[in-house]
């Protein structure tokens, strides 16, 4: 029986390649325990019983998807618009109305979708609810910034948002006294329909599993392929 003797090239070529297809693996392993981590807190949030509103930021950073309930009265001539699609892909904004709370503090409400027709409040009166209300929904904390680089800027000219930058809505508003976290209304039909509701996804998507199955498939390919290369040369006519 021939002895193996790895060939330079392809050793030096495969070999780096192999170690970075199993980090790759190794690496979405630990992401599934991480994501696995996130959905279980998650869950316990969604399922708690539904709470008042923090007092700061470092109690709401242990309060994120809870239910929470706020009372207050709208200011609907600050309203914000989030560029956001529905569920159909129907494009349309999201609300964002500031909330004068009872402290005269003021609490960010994403009320919910509109159809981009309906950005005009007189075209959604019944909506523009007058006098104290009381918010349920779900308490969220902002982006640390800009979620990425491919999302444009927001535009307080235009009052068009691209993601929700708490400072910077105080500043184009005029507001003070704005909290450092915001809620998503509930599904609770507003009066005359809009804007609706409920728009958070609480799902998160875990396919860490199937990415780390794929790198270290490509890995144990990668191996055989090695091997059949060099036996290969092994049985080769001299």
């Known amino acids: 029986m021939s002895r193996f003797r790895p060939a330079f090239w392809p050793t030096v070529t495969a070999l780096p390649i192999f170690i970075l297809l199993i980090g790759l693996g190794v690496w979405q392993i630990e992401r599934l325990h991480w994501k696995e981590g996130l959905i279980e807190a998650r869950a316990a949030a969604l399922a708690a019983p539904t709470a008042a509103l923090p007092t700061d930021l470092a109690a709401a950073r242990g309060m994120e998807f809870r239910h929470v ?32 709370l009872a402290d005269g503090a003021v609490l960010l409400v994403n009320r919910g979708w509109i159809d981009a027709g309906l950005k005009d409040p007189s075209k959604r009166a019944a909506g523009e609810i007058a006098g104290p209300v009381t918010v349920e929904g779900l308490l969220r904390l902002p982006p640390a910034g800009r979620p990425n680089w491919f999302v444009p800027d927001n535009r307080c000219d235009i009052d068009y948002w691209f993601w929700i930058d708490i400072p910077a809505m105080a500043r184009c508003g005029g507001l003070d006294r704005v909290l450092p976290f915001y809620v998503d209304a509930g599904p609770a039909p507003n009066p005359g ?43 080769a006519p001299q």
Do not use: C, M
């Open 193 to 235: 329909g809009w804007p609706k509701g409920g728009v958070t996804r609480t799902e998160l998507p875990n396919d860490h599993l199937q990415y780390a199955i794929t790198w270290f498939s490509l890995a144990a390919g990668l191996v055989v392929v090695y091997l059949l290369y060099h036996r290969k040369g092994a049985v």
């Open 69 to 100: 309930r706020a009372t207050g009265e709208f200011l609907h001539q600050h309203e914000f618009f989030l560029g956001a699609s529905n569920d159909a892909g129907v494009t349309g904004y999201q609300v964002v109305t500031p909330l004068r």
